[in-house]
């Protein structure tokens, strides 16, 4: 039994400093990171309803900043965050049915997240634009 921890050759648990990342515990952490971006984009969602219901003045400053080069960046980061965890659930749901757990099918329904948010955030995308004019 070592004395100290120096004397430890490995660590007691799985440390993501030491292990290579995987596609699951990469969407797995990316499917917590967007439920918490789509939280804040909540809050921003309200403010941007408060600026509309408080009158022209309140609404443009808050639209002027959506329509900036940054806030569209910032909105087609929350779009793809959407379909990203839209997608995620999906995924589980399907896991929920006791399917999809061989380990080809995990990875072939990984890809298929990250593929199918990227292609839904592009279309809905594509779509507003045609929407806009």
Do not use: K
């Amino acid at each position: 039994m070592p004395n100290s921890t120096a004397e430890r050759t490995r660590p007691l648990s799985p440390n993501i400093q030491i292990y290579r990342p995987q596609l699951t515990s990469v969407l797995s952490i990316a499917n917590r990171m967007t439920g918490v971006v789509l939280s804040v984009c909540a809050v921003v969602l309200v403010v941007w309803l408060i600026a509309a219901a408080t009158g022209p003045q309140a609404y443009a400053a808050v639209q002027g900043a959506i329509l900036s080069w940054i806030g569209q960046i910032v909105l087609f980061g929350a779009t793809f965050a959407f379909f990203l965890h839209l997608c995620g659930g999906i995924r589980h749901l399907v896991w929920d049915t006791v399917h999809g757990f061989e380990l080809r099918s995990i990875y072939a329904s990984g890809w298929a997240v990250v593929a199918a948010s990227a292609v839904l955030t592009v279309a809905a995308w594509v779509a507003s634009l045609f929407m806009a004019g």
